[in-house]
């Protein structure tokens, strides 16, 4: 056999089948180590897959006094307020994150505060680092968490009296 003979040789199917096996297994290889490391792209922050795989912020954690996390409400239950604290002059204010609408900074998420007398409602846009005062507390905004499911949104704050 001459050497160009050789040269236009056909592969063997056996060397084929081995170089396609090759192949799927770098791509395999490639899309686990992208999913595992937490690869992929999409309108949430980094930190929306700290939370792992249950879609959820990590838990809490031990923090100092007047730390809360406050999850996203369909509606804010003015009556009932699932997160609540105390004014200086011990009259209640009621907190709450609501849900992100379109129009909502991929960063940011919106907070409610609410008194019952006299009656006052105060809606802000809130990003990590964020400092405010408002119906008699100053809110300190330690982290937003934007999750794949916004259901599952939230705010770790750091509430106390003005």
């Known amino acids: 056999m001459s050497i160009q003979e050789s040269a236009m040789r056909q592969p063997s199917r056996g060397a084929l089948a081995l170089a396609i096996s090759a192949l799927v297994a770098l791509g395999a290889a490639a ?8 690869g992929g792209s999409g309108h949430h922050t980094p930190d929306a897959r700290s939370g792992g795989d249950s879609g959820e912020p990590p838990p809490l954690g031990a923090h100092g006094a007047g730390v809360q996390r406050l999850t996203v409400q369909r509606w804010f239950d003015t009556g009932h307020p699932l997160h609540a604290t105390e004014r ?75």
């Open 31 to 38: 899309y686990l180590a992208v999913a595992l490391l937490g």
């Open 88 to 162: 200086a002059d011990g009259a209640k204010v009621g907190l709450g994150a609501a849900k992100p609408t379109a129009d909502t900074p991929p960063d940011a998420l919106d907070v409610s505060l609410f008194q019952a007398a006299p009656r006052q409602l105060v809606h802000r846009s809130v990003r990590t680092g964020d400092t405010f005062t408002a119906l008699g507390i100053r809110v300190t905004v330690l982290k937003v968490w934007r999750m794949p499911n916004p259901a599952h949104d939230a705010l770790d704050v750091r509430v106390s009296p003005a």
